[in-house]
């Protein structure tokens, strides 16, 4: 492991100044995937900026107004054990309850799985089909922007330079019927090799993968087709063989190209008959 410099800072403010001071920097919330970098020497950088120590990015709230804000230093665990989200956004529950072991949820966070933008992240899918937005403080104050522009490929994302998370806000909605799928060589504590997440929301279907492109996927032509359509036999078959035409799967070390197509088509079909009422 290289040597490097360690910043624990008491506010936002502080991180975004240590982040444009050393352009070779990272930020250090739940460290799940940090640690093992910089121990495999995957990770060099120049300093660490550890933010766990304020206290506001650890919150989570909730109005019908705004609906849900979870902060950046918020833990898997704590987010889907929360009342707000078991009550509103199960789906998230559900997703977030699939990443690695409880000891790994107790550290790693929401914002720190869709900050590595990897196209499996568990729960970038549920965010993309509930069209949640991505809180950034930056040199210039906080903006939000579409998780939808937030992704730029593999484990690149829209950060700026002295830019970083301090949380996700999702919108309310009256109901989001649906169900998150994690397709995996082993059955628990292993990454996905097509994650789904499939819903209707608010009476609009909704369709977002993982692990099928460079970055996860919201399924737009599968959906417009889907609009004001009975769920069929036919239909469902159709709205599977689209999705699979959204997605660019590769073949590595978890799975062939082949085998992420059958699942893609799998996954989405499960998911649309979970909704035929």
Do not use: W
Not at 131 to 149: L, M, N, Q, T, Y
Not at 160 to 189: C, F, M, N, S, T
């Amino acid at each position: 492991m290289k040597t490097f410099e360690y910043f624990k800072p008491n506010t936002i403010e502080e991180v975004s100044l240590k982040l444009l001071e050393y352009g070779d920097s990272k930020i250090l919330n739940g460290g799940t995937d940090l640690i093992v970098a910089l121990n495999e020497g995957r990770s060099c950088p120049s300093i660490v900026v550890d933010i766990k120590g304020i206290e506001k990015l650890k919150e989570i709230s909730y109005c019908e107004d705004n609906g849900l804000t979870v902060g950046a230093c918020t833990t898997l665990n704590d987010m889907m054990n929360n009342r707000y989200v078991i009550g509103n956004y199960k789906i998230l529950a559900e997703a977030a309850h699939t990443v690695g072991s409880c000891q790994v949820r107790n550290r790693a966070t929401m914002v720190g799985n869709i900050t590595n933008a990897s196209p499996l992240a568990d729960t970038a899918t549920p965010l993309l089909i509930l069209d949640a937005f991505v809180k950034i403080f930056g040199p210039g104050g906080e903006r939000e922007i579409s998780i939808h522009d937030f992704f730029i490929s593999v484990r690149k994302t829209c950060l700026k330079a002295g830019e970083v998370v301090v949380g996700i806000r999702i919108p309310a909605y009256k109901e989001i019927l649906g169900l998150y799928q994690k397709h995996a060589r082993r059955d628990a504590v292993d990454l996905a090799t097509v994650c789904a997440s499939i819903a209707k929301i608010d009476g609009d279907i909704r369709i977002a993968l993982g692990s099928v492109a460079p970055t996860p996927i919201r399924c737009r032509r599968t959906e417009e087709y889907l609009r004001d359509k009975d769920l069929t036999e036919i239909v469902i078959e159709e709205a599977a063989n689209l999705a699979l035409d959204e997605a660019s799967p590769i073949d590595d070390v978890r799975a062939s190209r082949v085998h992420r197509q059958d699942i893609i088509k799998v996954l989405v079909k499960r998911g649309l008959k979970e909704l035929v009422i």
